[in-house]
């Protein structure tokens, strides 16, 4: 009999064209996924330099829609989605009773009835069975329109260059966190200006069918600018020296929009209740035990997921996320790190205190203020 | 992946030369495409002694690290000055311009416990 769990991934609208690619494919949340298509670091360093394409569609699309949906949705989130103008869009977070976060989000309000909220592919069932559960009673329906969405990423700054020859929209107005109807390749499509990797860029949500012909449209759009494909092993590389946080990594159940130092998410101001609010409120007054940091290591040797950061050679904290860094050349990692010891280390008579136990060694290390890179203004 | 037939190789997915008593390492084609972008290598000392099957260094990539077991006993004598500069070269020519240590062994003999080149393929098709 088959074992449910070895249940094969799920393939994507563009599976086939990564297999066609030689992609290395991975197992991710349940999806076959291009993890690289040649060396991820040449993948990362086109995204900075240039622009790289990426399959996002196993991230999860909620639709929730009706008359009372922005106060659901004030409700269920941590943000104020009746302050969101339709056109628009917002990070935010949904949380459990105690203020624990379930699942970060970008909301994009299409119209004043209409949102799409945009779920980790991990988290997809958890925060529809939320949602779902937070609006019962209101006059709105929460839609999983997940298998009906394909969505591929253009990221870089000759994103707009490549991206504007290919759709009927106005790229040149459209503000970072817009999204709007528009056609790309001459396909129906959602079209916004938000990405996870620190650089200029683009999402498009489109039907499965066309998902094919929008790839293979940009890949030759972008040919003469050195557009390659990026898998999720750069992906999460860039996102690293963004400083932007994984769920999983950074964000968890255990942990608060303010532990993560994204405590502006929780709109503590907004009328009426939300779930986490009492929790929420209690932590947002109190002194924080950790505090997330940056780390820049200064051996060679990286410092990983779940490694010890020590102060004076105590383990005071842990490394939540980490990685060689292809943009600056160093190891870098993101940590929760004991208050006391943060503050300590952000001092100028920090230096040699700082480390990281990296299989049985202490490399020195270095407190870096997030983000590690800012995209040239 | 390829696996020249001259090499000896480990389970560990190491590469073997020997020549006049010394032993050249490296590690695999299918170890290096496994890894990612090698960023960095950490190296046996030349002088210090290797004990085969005991972990001598670590390779670092992009996503990942792995410990090298030395395949040999012995002495280390030399290990490649230019992988510091470019580690991609573990990437790009893992049983050339990318070996990366080599080690005196005794004599006369074939190091033991090494597999050879077909039944490195059959460990590494067992593992696709």
Redesign the interface.
Known sequence: MTDPQSRAPRRTPLTAVHEGLGA?LTDFAGWLMPL?YG???AEHNAVRRTAGLFDLSHMGELAVTGPDAAAALDYALVGQLTALQPGRARYTMICADDGGVLDDLIVYRLAAQEFLVVANASNTAVVAAALSERTAGKDAAVNDRTSDCALIAIQGPSSAGILAPLTDASLADMRYYSGHPATVAGCPALLARTGYTGEDGFEIFARPQDAERIWAALCEAGTSDGLVPAGL?ARD?LRLEAGMPLYGNELGPGITPFDAGLGRVVKLGKPGDFVGRAALARRARAIPERVLVGLTGQT???P?HGYNVLWDGAPRGTVTSG??S?TLGVPIAMAYLASDAAGLAGRGDAAGRLAVDV?GRAEPAVLTPLPFYRRPA | MTVPDELHYTHEHEWVAVSDSIATVGITDHAQNALGDVVYVSLPPPGGKVTAGEPCGEVESTKSVSDIYSPVDGEVTEVNGEIDDDPGLVNSDPYGAGWLFKVRVAADEDPPGLLTAVEYTALIREDE
């Open positions: 290395t690289r060396s991820e670091t092993a590389t060679r040797r990286v990983r990685a060689p292809p299989r």
